[in-house]
């Protein structure tokens, strides 16, 4: 048995690819709760542990929280959430969080979104709605990876092409011509930067 650490990796602990493990979810302020909905995509109990402003009270240690940090509270319990959720493809649940102020931005200790994940897990339909919320397919995580790129390096051909043909439609939606930095960024998504 051993903790992993916010800031390890998988690799850090020796973990390889195909592997499998056994976690326990913190008890403490709920979190065992919050993850196993998520997973689920059990949205009606999600929405009572903490995910959203109407229920943010709901654990004594939230009870004694400020304002400013109950609001800080709720948004991590939000992200982390969205991120089981996009990992399991749970689009419902994803789309209610994203809507009760998620943060689509938000990033795990090494840098990862929920966009990420979802690319990894080659969950087309979270990616799409992700992105349809403001997720960056070129944002890097700590280790300078994309949601394209990881998308990439497991082989998941359906994420990146989902990723690719939003920015083209997002783009053609715009009816305007891309910008060198632009034009750049859609090369090094098809893989055809020189």
Request: with cysteine; aromatic share 6%; glycine share 8%.
């Amino acid at each position: 048995m051993l903790d992993l650490l916010d800031d390890s990796t998988f690799k850090d602990n020796d973990i390889i690819r195909g592997g499998t493990i056994t976690m326990r979810i913190w008890r403490q302020d709920g979190w065992g709760h919050l993850v196993a909905a998520a997973a689920k995509g059990d949205t009606v109990k999600l929405a009572h542990l903490g995910v959203t402003e109407d229920f943010a009270g709901t654990t004594p240690y939230a009870e004694i929280l400020g304002p400013e940090q109950k609001k800080e509270w709720v948004a991590h319990r939000a992200f982390v959430a969205l991120f089981v959720a996009s990992h399991r493809g749970h689009v419902r649940t994803a789309t209610f969080l994203l809507r009760h102020g998620a943060d689509v931005h938000y990033k795990t200790p090494l840098g990862r979104t929920a966009l990420h994940v979802a690319a990894v897990m080659g969950r087309c339909d979270c990616i799409e709605l992700l992105l349809s919320c403001g997720a960056r397919a070129l944002d890097p995580d700590s280790e300078g990876q994309t949601a394209v790129s990881l998308a990439r390096l497991w082989g998941q051909q359906q994420s990146e092409r989902t990723m690719i043909r939003f920015k083209w439609q997002k783009k053609s939606a715009a009816a305007v011509l891309p910008s060198s930095s632009e034009s750049l960024d859609m090369q090094e998504m098809s893989g055809h930067a020189s």
